[in-house]
């Protein structure tokens, strides 16, 4: 009587531990990184390489690319100081008194992911209301699929620029259901937001921002941040904001964000001087997200 339950054990291992294979989760890193103006006058092309290397995202968003083959001699660099193999998917945007063209992208390992298909978001003329960004839809090597989205909302802190981003985030929200219907994947937006008033307690953009992530059931992973970038304030005043930011669905599993570099480094307190990767670097810090895929 012994060997029927245990044959019945073996059958109802062989159901189910497929099964087990195809819910366990896969441990990605996600991010997004402003690289001002790259390059700028005092842009240290290794120091950029380094500020990648250890953000060692498998997949990131990144703004204010203005040379791309420049960047992409970066990436190898960074590749070769990390051992992954980084690839870019860049996007041309413009953007009102800017004569660059500075480019949106999004960086991924191809040991990692794959890249199945980028493009831009929204249309490249972009009515009001459409933030400038790109989508890229990635694939896991074991086939699953995960879109991408980096942006660049507008920038400034007057009363129209806060309107332009209310209207930004309610596009973007709203496209976001089609996008995953239209992909069959998670759509993951990144980059920067340009979210001045998220750091000040009380201050609408931030009540507007929490309040929208609830009502459509979506999460910002990136939310208890202390900074993720440096502003000049005045000749001996550099003060933190939080503009970088990650979006998701909500029944997405990540782990607690970090901001890397000068805000983690200066602990994200208000300096006399300007920081040393500000100048060579980046205003901005990389951001980076751990997540349960």
């Not at 390489?49 to 990144?62: C, G, M, N, Q, R």
């Amino acid at each position: 009587m012994l060997w029927p339950r245990i044959l019945a054990a073996v059958l109802l291992l062989a159901v189910v531990a497929p099964l087990g294979l195809c819910d366990r989760s896969i441990p990605l890193t996600l991010g997004t990184f402003n690289i001002r103006m790259f390059p700028g006058p005092n842009t240290d092309r290794e120091a950029v390489a380094s500020a990648i290397a250890e953000l060692d995202a498998d997949a990131f968003a990144v703004q204010e690319i203005v040379a791309p083959d420049e960047f992409r001699r970066v990436l190898e660099r960074a590749s070769a100081l990390t051992g992954r193999h980084y690839a870019v998917a860049l996007e041309p945007v413009h953007f009102p008194g800017i004569t660059e063209t500075m480019h949106v992208g999004v960086v991924h390992d191809l040991a990692a992911l794959e890249l199945v298909e980028a493009r831009l978001l929204g249309e490249f003329i972009r009515p009001r209301g459409q933030p400038a960004g790109m989508l890229a839809l990635l694939r896991t090597r074991d086939g699953r699929r995960l879109a991408l989205a980096s942006v660049h909302f507008s920038a400034g802190d007057t009363p129209a620029r806060r309107e332009d981003r209310v209207a930004q985030w309610s596009w973007l929200v709203a496209a976001l259901p089609e996008l995953r219907g239209e992909w069959a994947a998670p759509v993951i937006v990144a980059g920067d937001f340009n979210s001045t008033g998220y750091l000040v307690d009380g201050d609408p953009e931030r009540r507007f921002i929490d309040a929208l992530v609830e009502q459509h059931a979506l999460q910002l992973p990136t939310a208890g941040l202390a900074c993720s970038m440096y502003w000049q304030r005045s000749k001996t005043t550099f003060a933190v904001s939080l503009l970088d930011h990650v979006l998701a669905p909500g029944d997405l599993s990540f782990g607690p964000a970090e901001a890397l570099g000068m805000c983690a480094e200066l602990a994200c307190a208000p300096q006399t001087a300007a920081p040393t990767a500000w100048v060579a670097v980046s205003d901005h810090c990389p951001v980076r997200v751990p997540l349960k895929f």
